[in-house]
């Protein structure tokens, strides 16, 4: 299984990106989907997160500002982020909880994408 990330960049505060991730390979199903971000010096800390039925959970500091999806058909996770703000800058890696066709589950990593937001 593979994740693939896109769609970080540089962008001024108050501006906007969205970040698109693909999961590929021997997929059976997806559980949780979800976005992280690292900051130098800092863990990784969990920004969104949505289950297969569309549940959602964020973190308190990107709650009204950032909205996770995702379309089960093309396993896909999106992250919109609005109003962004110069502590949102981090390297973002997105998650996937999945379950293989040999009936395994375990949880993928994406390779990350870095975000910067300028003040």
């Known amino acids: 299984v593979q994740l693939q990330a896109f769609g970080g960049g540089l962008v001024q505060a108050g501006g906007s990106l969205r970040l698109s991730c693909a999961a590929s390979g021997s997929i059976f199903s997806i559980h949780t989907m979800g976005w992280y971000r690292q900051a130098p010096g800092n863990q990784r800390d969990l920004v969104a997160a949505i289950s297969s039925g569309g549940g959602t959970r964020s973190a308190d500091s990107v709650k009204g500002r950032f909205t996770i999806s995702r379309d089960n058909a093309k396993n896909t996770v999106d992250l919109q982020m609005n109003s962004l703000k110069p502590e949102d800058t981090a390297v973002y890696y997105c998650?996937?909880?999945?379950?293989?066709?040999?009936?395994?589950?375990?949880?993928?990593w994406g390779q990350g994408t870095q975000v910067t937001v300028s003040s």
């Open positions: 998650y996937a909880d999945v379950t293989n066709w040999g009936m395994r589950r375990q949880g993928y």
